[in-house]
């Protein structure tokens, strides 16, 4: 169930607004006009070049919002939402460049809040935060440290959760439990089309969701157009979770990018490193990376998802790879697809790789490695000429031993010695999950972990508080909340670092404790927190049933009841020579 949050400063009507009618402020950098209200947040369309900070959280609901800045006069001053939350930001007008913002150019910084429970249906080149940050015709701004949670957005063209169009800076943005889909084609996690080749990357983004569009179809950006060498890299320490699906016929999907084409004959007009995607991957031409027309060069990246060769194949086009499905004349080097490979294509023609689908002869791949039981050998269609090096199948077991990857730069990566495949230096260990009842999940973690993502296959992204200390993670659970059998996944957020992979594990049916009354003058020492007894420090212990017959009885912190009968017990804690009890049932 998701958690259900307070509807915050509504209003039904916007109106011009004079300085006097902020907050505070005057609007120069040194002192931004303040937000406290809907109307006012909407009126920095009036000033598209001022500087605002936002005071609290704002309810859009109700509100007939128009965008911020236009082609004419684009925001180019700066919005800091002060880590607040713009709630039910809707809007199904199908309308054209829509989104909080319509353009973004150059100086714009747009940064620091959440946009939850968004829901827009509109028309071409839109984005929940930003319709366009920049193009063809302009260099974008920045947008950083925004969340987008919990939404939805439909776009015919050039569609995603951050902005539809983007030519500028997108840093540590992150999207979670959100539905991008698009009617046509360039449709992305983070920015549908990326186009101009001027100045701008995306880096230390997080995408958790599904989209879904006819074609060019990606996990971080649907499509990117470059006209300039790429020096440094264009898509950074970037991750990818969910489903990304390509609908139509031929349909180009990438886990990172779906098509990246070029202007004129630059031998790198991009440059990917660093990323990793744990989505499942659906459409004609798919690559795990990078989907068809790959120019330039991928590095250090990895696949673990499952990849699928849909029915929607186009018979000219049949190749599909882990890492990319096509290669013009780029280099792939320290890369690994550990993933599955699936053929429903229903035709034979279908050239499948688990490295690439298909390589031109000025290809060179170097240092890659693939699951030797993903379904598809290294490269689906070779060609004379092309160069590689140490391109090595793996059995899964084999994959948990870092002495079986020799990378270029092994400082970049790490592992769990016989638990996980490699992931980056500077990324989240992987959680562990101890227990997944239905009354409680919990695990073990890194003593630096932030933040905990759970997704239910049923109950989708579960908003209950997270315990984290000393090195463990823990979340109880209402009625309902999850149901016996279905499947919880988990990835976590150490400070600083790019998230973790997934571990998932299926929920068994738990005993749920419930408090009924202390016995003692001072229970303090015992608490209960799902189907767990807490005492207050290391005690000795005993749970008894009300016929006197010790249940369970030691030394320990904790006590998990999971699997007593239903009935009555007494939890006593003798701590420091003093025996302290309550009352509990499990139902």
């Not at 609290?56 to 925001?75: A, C, E, Q, R, Y």
């Not at 193009?135 to 539809?164: F, L, M």
């Not at 004349?329 to 034979?348: I, R, W």
């Amino acid at each position: 169930m998701k958690k259900i949050f307070p509807l915050i400063a509504a209003f039904s009507a916007a109106t011009a607004m004079s300085a006097t009618d902020f907050a505070g402020g005057d609007g120069s950098a040194a002192n931004p006009y303040q937000i406290t209200t809907a109307e006012q947040l909407q009126a920095m369309k009036d000033a598209p070049g001022s500087h605002y900070l936002m005071m609290n959280d704002i309810d859009l609901d109700g509100v007939k919002w128009t965008p911020i800045g236009s082609n004419d006069s684009p925001f180019t001053g700066t919005f800091n939402g002060g880590g607040y939350t713009i709630w039910n930001f809707t809007e199904d007008s199908g309308a054209n460049g829509f989104g909080l913002f319509a353009r973004c150019n150059d100086t714009g910084v747009i940064e620091n809040f959440v946009v939850a429970n968004a829901d827009l249906v509109l028309g071409n080149w839109v984005g929940i935060v930003c319709s366009t940050n920049g193009n063809w015709e302009r260099q974008g701004g920045t947008i950083r440290n925004v969340e987008v949670r919990d939404s939805y957005i439909n776009g015919a063209t050039s569609v995603a959760a951050i902005a539809g169009c983007c030519d500028g800076f997108v840093e540590n943005c992150v999207v979670i439990n959100t539905t991008v889909e698009c009617d046509g084609v360039s449709v992305g996690g983070i920015a549908g089309t990326c186009t101009g080749g001027k100045q701008g990357h995306f880096y230390d983004c997080v995408f958790s969701g599904n989209v879904t569009g006819s074609s060019i179809v990606g996990g971080i950006c649907g499509e990117e157009n470059l006209a300039a060498e790429a020096t440094v890299p264009l898509i950074k320490n970037c991750v990818v979770y969910g489903k990304i699906t390509g609908t139509g016929a031929g349909a180009n999907v990438g886990g990172i990018c779906a098509q990246d084409t070029w202007w004129d004959a630059n031998t790198n007009p991009h440059w990917y490193d660093n990323n990793c995607v744990f989505a499942d991957i659906r459409g004609g031409i798919i690559g795990g990376i990078n989907g068809n027309g790959q120019m330039g060069k991928t590095t250090n990246c990895y696949v673990t998802g499952e990849l699928t060769v849909t029915s929607s194949f186009d018979e000219g086009l049949p190749w599909n790879g882990g890492i990319s499905a096509t290669c013009y004349n780029p280099t792939l080097a320290d890369v690994y697809f550990g993933g599955k490979m699936v053929n429903q294509s229903g035709s034979t023609a279908a050239k499948i790789g688990a490295v690439l689908g298909r390589q031109w002869d000025t290809t060179t791949i170097r240092n890659a490695f693939f699951n030797d039981e993903c379904g598809a050998p290294a490269i689906g269609e070779t060609v004379v000429g092309m160069t590689m090096v140490n391109v090595t199948p793996l059995l899964p077991e084999q994959m948990t031993d870092m002495s079986n990857f020799t990378f270029s730069e092994p400082s970049r990566w790490q592992n769990v010695a016989g638990e996980t495949m490699p992931f980056f230096a500077n990324q989240t260990a992987p959680l562990k999950i101890t227990e997944a009842t239905t009354v409680s999940l919990n695990g073990t973690c890194s003593p630096d972990l932030e933040r905990v993502v759970i997704t239910g296959s049923i109950s989708e992204t579960l908003y209950n508080e997270v315990e984290i200390a000393d090195g463990k993670w823990s979340v109880d659970f209402d009625n309902d909340d999850v149901i016996e059998g279905e499947t919880l996944t988990v990835f976590g957020f150490d400070k600083n670092k790019m998230p973790s992979m997934v571990t998932s594990a299926k929920v068994v049916k738990g005993s749920q404790l419930g408090l009924i009354t202390s016995v003692a003058t001072d229970a303090s020492a015992i608490r209960v927190h799902g189907n767990k007894v807490v005492f207050g420090c290391d005690a000795e212990y005993a749970v008894t049933g009300l016929s006197g017959m010790t249940v369970m009885k030691g030394v320990a912190s904790e006590v998990t009841l999971d699997g007593l009968a239903a009935g009555c017990y007494i939890v006593t804690a003798t701590v420091n020579g003093t025996a302290t009890s309550v009352k509990a049932v499990v139902k």
